[in-house]
């Protein structure tokens, strides 16, 4: 479970748009949308005159029969177009018979056609683009938005929640308006034929509606609890393919099964629920409906006794027609049922296309001609969330090309100092310069692709090795790609694969060492010939042979750019100019390795406790010489 994802949701909910207010904007959304739609409804229209005109062409080969049985003449013949005495009978009913055989063709036809139009609108026009506007947001959003959102909803929304989203076009709109127009269509039909049995057999509609409105009342939560659930649900079956190596390694596939499958049951309780609702009101529908054909067979009966009303025409027509007025009202719990649905899911999917782009360029960015890394923190303090600020009053000033080892305890505001270079994040208060330039003034494109970053976890696509290092500028020739490799010491192993730089990765890259996933992350990181770099701790939860392999790689990396590296290890320290060592959010020490070891303080004493390699051993050992020759 993420308690507070489901808390800012529920906030969100509560503070968000009214019913009303989605459903406007549905409109405003489905606008766009409107040549197809009409071209949809007006294939409708044809195939809801065609069904009348079938059921006339019915009504009236009864009538026809029935007078020719009974010698009387009751058929009522449109435009005039009655058979002459002398046409025989069966010359009628095949002529009648074929007219009815060409309507039903032409509506199979139209029908086909009508399944392709919403198909095409559906599928083609409406998830797509909306699918593509949600990710295309994301893309632009900061990662605050993504700290606070789980990576379940995320899928859920793009996937789920778009899906629910198109309902409201297809399900709700042209289904209301088929709805309205087919109504008032038989209505009308119904009317002319007889108002009093028309009145009698429709006497039943306003429960109809009562029941519908407060069907739509009890869907609405529901909906939105289920799709929390189902967020858990993806959330779940996520981490558990991520982290399989974890619960194998643990022993706990019976435990993560039987945490999925409760989860599974809750959505599976959440859903029945709905379900139930769904399977009452459809069938107290239903039940009004077959009211209806009993008050018209008894009230229609009498009056075709009384000769008031032709059984053609009239009480078979009408029949008929009922039954498809009934049938259309019993479509408003569909309609019901859709319309939370895509409330549910325009919520959910409004609430991304509606979130401030809280870091983005500004309108008219500066543009310097070129970038050389001098990098200066004024006064900068910054929290992820609304807390307790992590860096508080942070300043100090890099030149460019210079190497900066940021050092410090777990949770002492190492990685926020990295996140902020770049601008996944802005400051709450101070700024960044960037060769005297605030780091909000440049173009963030500009921005990022002078800055190179290697994570302590990089993440490999499922792409060949070329594809992976060339990344960040897809249109890298191989001879860059293999400069870049060799910078990153990554080229002999490459070779070394079979298909070389024309490799496939698995996912994630796991068809390769630790070692080697970093050191293509380096080439990556430095194919774009970066100002600046960014090392997250590239040596960490590395062997020995493997740590020399990639400080050789850092070696050459670094080489001519400003440079920060997030670091432990004596032997990745030695190589910066200058150490940043920060505690609980604040500058504790400043200055080279040899200025932090002669003086009391945490730098020394963590140096002097750690387990180092042979390499910063001797370096440890040089370092006190030194001090003792002083």
Known sequence: MNPFNDQHQAKAHATGPTNWQLILRLLRFSWQFRRRSIQVIATQVCILTLTIGGYGLVGLAIDFLSDTVRGTDQARWPLGLAPGPETEPVRVILILGGAIACFALIRAFLEYAYQMAVGRLVHVDIVMRLRAQVYEKMQKLSFRFFDRTASGTLINRVTGDVQAVRMFIDQVIIQVFIMVVSLAVYLVYMMNMHVGLTLACLATTPVLWILSATFSKLLHPAYLKSRQLLDNLILSFSENIQGIQVIKGFNLEGAREEEFRQRNEEVRRQRQGIFWIVSTFSPAIGYLTQVNLVVLLAYGGYLVSQGELPIGAG???????????????????????????????????????????????????????????????????????????????????????????????TGAGKSAVMSLIPRFYDPREGRILLDGHDLRALSLERLRRNIGVVFQENFLFSNTVAANIAFGHPGATREQIERAARIACAHDFIMQIPQGYDSVLSESGMNLSGGQRQRLAIARAVLLEPAILLLDDPTAAI?????????????????GRTTFIVAHRLSTLRRADRILLLDHGRILQFGTHDELMSTDGLYRAAIASQSVDPESLALLSATRRRRRAR
């Open 543 to 559: 062997d020995p042979e493997t740590e020399h392999e990639i400080l050789e790689a850092i070696d050459r990396a670094i080489e």
């Open 315 to 409: 009480l078979v027509v009408f029949a008929g027609l009922l039954q498809q007025f009934s049938g259309q009202i019993a479509n408003i719990a569909g309609v019901a049922d859709s319309i939370q649905q895509a409330l549910t899911g325009a919520r959910r999917v409004f609430e991304i296309l509606d979130t401030p782009v809280d870091v983005k360029s500004p309108d008219r960015p500066v543009e310097p001609d070129r970038i050389r890394g001098g990098l200066t923190f004024e006064d900068v303090t910054f929290a992820y969330s609304d807390g307790k600020p992590v860096l508080e009053e942070i300043t100090f000033d890099v030149r460019p090309g210079e190497v900066i080892a940021v050092a410090g305890a």
